[in-house]
C-alpha cells in the first residue's frame, strides 16, 4: 500500500507509547511510505521545538528518512482543508500516487476521500489491514 503518514501519527508514535507506536513499529516497514520535504521539516520543527527532541538521538528519523520516498506535493487548485496548512498532505499524497493518508487531524478526517485517496485514522488504519 502507498501510505503518507501525517506528522502527528509519527510524532504520537515517538512520544508516546500505544497504538501509533505500534503502526510504526509493525505496521509502517511493510508498506510503501512517501513523504515530501515540507512534511519531513515539519516533523522535525515539532519534535525539536515542542518536544525538546534530540533529532540525531532519534534512529526513527533516521530509518524513516531512508525509506521514505520524498515527492514534490502538488500546489492545489482550491483549498481544501478547513485548516489549509493540511492541503501539503493532501498535495503530497496526490503526488504519490498514495492509497491512503494515515492521520489523527480531524480536518483531514472529515474529508474521509481526496481525489480516489483514502484519510484513516490509525485505528481504522489497523482494522482495514487485519481484515486482509
Do not use: H
Request: charged share 35%.
Amino acid at each position: 500500500m502507498k501510505l503518507v503518514c501525517d506528522t502527528n501519527v509519527l510524532v504520537a508514535a515517538l512520544v508516546a507509547d500505544g497504538l501509533c507506536r505500534d503502526i510504526v513499529k509493525r505496521r509502517l516497514p511493510k508498506q510503501a511510505l512517501y513523504t515530501s520535504r515540507e512534511l519531513l521539516e515539519e516533523l522535525d520543527s515539532v519534535l525539536r521545538v515542542k518536544f525538546r527532541a534530540d533529532l540525531i538521538a532519534l534512529p526513527f528519523l533516521r530509518i524513516y528518512r531512508e525509506r521514505a520516498v520524498v515527492v514534490e506535493p502538488v500546489q492545489l487548485k482550491q483549498r481544501v482543508c478547513r485548516d489549509p496548512d493540511d492541503d501539503v498532505v493532501l498535495g503530497t499524497a496526490k503526488v504519490a500516487g498514495a492509497d491512503a493518508i494515515l492521520t489523527g487531524d480531524e480536518d483531514l478526517l472529515v474529508l474521509r476521500r481526496f481525489e480516489g485517496i483514502a484519510i484513516v485514522s490509525p485505528r481504522v488504519f489497523v482494522e482495514s489491514l487485519d481484515r486482509k
